[in-house]
């Protein structure tokens, strides 16, 4: 199995910065798309930033200019730098990642624990 641990979420002001990481682990052959999802109570998940294996990426409307993400293949890891942070920012994070368990296999989609943000003064 795959497991993947953010960390790196915690209070923070408005205006603020945070950096998240996740990083997974287990019988790993081959990660494809990473990303990067939120949820804050009350509302649905939604789509912060992807990344593919190749440094492409995509960004959820109310993030552009302020979110950065990247990854370290070497790692199977994926970061997160939050910018400009705002109070409606406040969620829990999650990274997920869309996994090869082995050569020839399907690929199957992994969800961290998940960490909180919460922006306020």
């Known amino acids: 199995q795959v497991q993947l641990v953010e960390s790196g979420g915690g209070l923070v002001q408005p205006g603020g910065s945070l950096r998240l990481s996740c990083t997974a682990s287990?019988?790993?052959?081959?990660?494809?798309?990473m990303g990067w999802y939120r949820q804050a109570p009350g509302k649905q998940r939604e789509l912060v930033a992807t990344?593919?294996?190749?440094?492409?990426?995509t960004y959820g409307d109310s993030v552009k200019g302020r979110f950065t993400v990247s990854r370290d293949n070497a790692k199977n890891a994926i970061y997160l730098q939050m910018n400009s942070l705002k109070p409606e920012d406040t969620a829990v994070y999650f990274c997920?990642?869309?996994?090869?368990?082995?050569?020839?296999?399907?690929?199957?989609?992994?969800r961290g624990q998940g960490t909180q943000v919460t922006v306020s003064s």
């Open positions: 287990g019988s790993i052959f081959m990660i494809y798309d």
């Open positions: 997920n990642a869309a996994v090869k368990l082995r050569v020839g296999a399907d690929k199957y989609d992994f």
């Open positions: 990344i593919t294996s190749v440094g492409s990426t």
